[in-house]
């Protein structure tokens, strides 16, 4: 079976904790490959559902590597990214994903390389601002492990700041006149 393990985060939490730890608005999708193909599981307060893609894994794999080699300004392999799209976001995986805004996803091997954000949910033709992204579906947030989610408080330690820009941009004459004009030194760092 799939090695969930692989997902950093230690101890698997059993369903009942999976599902507590969702906010009322999330849902969870882990997907990782197995030998044997590649498994999705699709956790929401309500549901659940555990799958496997239709596709083998060595296909799943090379359409993600096909894909983020054909990513330019271009374009990219749209074919690719909605077939990706339709074989991890089955109905089964949808309705059990349910109408949650937010979605964390953890994935692991080849999956942790692919830009979920930009799976198309119906086949695209060409690229405008209608094109039905999937981040246009779900805030995605990317884990990489099951261990929940625990809001970080950052405060400023103290009051020093250390900027960094490009060195010497402008000739020593300009230089020297902005420093007559801002009434500053020149910057050193802290040992």
Do not use: C
Not at 36 to 42: N, S
Not at 53 to 74: K, N, Y
């Amino acid at each position: 079976f799939p090695r969930w393990l692989e997902a950093r985060g230690g101890a698997l939490p059993d369903l009942a904790s999976l599902r507590a730890n969702l906010a009322t608005d999330e849902a969870l999708l882990a997907v990782t490959p197995a030998f044997d193909g590649v498994y999705i599981l699709a956790v929401s307060r309500e549901r659940t559902a555990i799958i496997r893609a239709q596709e083998t894994r060595a296909d799943l794999v090379g359409r993600i590597a096909r894909l983020r080699a054909s990513l330019s300004a271009t374009g990219f392999d749209q074919e690719g990214a909605h077939i990706l799209y339709t074989q991890i976001f089955t109905p089964d995986v949808q309705a059990a994903l349910g109408k949650a805004p937010r979605l964390r996803v953890v994935p692991t091997g080849a999956f942790a390389a692919l830009p979920f954000a930009m799976l198309p949910q119906k086949p695209v033709e060409h690229i405008d601002r209608n094109t039905p992204w999937l981040i246009r579906r779900y805030a995605l947030r990317i884990d990489s492990g099951f261990r929940p989610v625990v809001p970080q408080k950052l405060a400023a330690q103290d009051d020093r700041m250390l900027g960094i820009g490009a060195p010497l941009p402008f000739s020593q004459e300009t230089q020297a006149i902005a420093l007559r004009q801002r009434g500053g030194g020149a910057a050193t760092l802290a040992q």
